[in-house]
């Protein structure tokens, strides 16, 4: 099973990206999917989730909360995450994952299972 992120790179400050997560094998629609970051020397953080099936229930950590919005395309097999008012201390590696649990939660975002490669966000002047 393989998550395939796409859609970092450059961008400036107060400037908008959007990420992909596809997958080839599982239908994310059955999963719970959760967005993380990492930048070297800390901890990965967890960004946001969205509840598996049509609820769109998500969750954002306060760091991102108001910029960042994460949604899902069914037929596309592809989980987003829309970053808006992008600041410097956003950039990080980005991770999509499965999260075990069945709805999206604080408590969700500590269970990731199949983790993407990641995709670097840089936001520079």
């Known amino acids: 099973v393989q998550l395939v992120e796409s859609g970092g790179g450059l961008v400036q400050p107060g400037g908008s990206l959007t990420l992909s997560c596809a997958a080839s094998?599982?239908?994310?629609?059955?999963?719970?999917m959760g967005w993380f970051r990492q930048v070297p020397g800390r901890e990965r953080e967890g960004v946001s989730c969205?509840?598996?099936?049509?609820?769109?229930?998500?969750l954002y950590s306060d760091s991102v909360k108001g910029r960042f919005a994460m949604s899902r395309d069914h037929v596309k097999n592809t989980v987003y995450l829309q970053m808006n008012a992008l600041k410097p201390e956003d950039t990080a590696v980005y991770y999509c994952?499965?999260?075990?649990?069945?709805?999206?939660?604080?408590?969700?975002?500590?269970?990731?299972?199949?983790w993407g490669q990641g995709t670097q966000v840089i936001v520079s002047a």
């Open positions: 994952a499965t999260l075990t649990p069945w709805d999206c939660s604080e408590y969700a975002l500590t269970q990731p299972d199949i």
């Open positions: 969205i509840s598996s099936g049509d609820s769109g229930a998500s």
């Open positions: 094998e599982i239908a994310l629609n059955g999963y719970t």
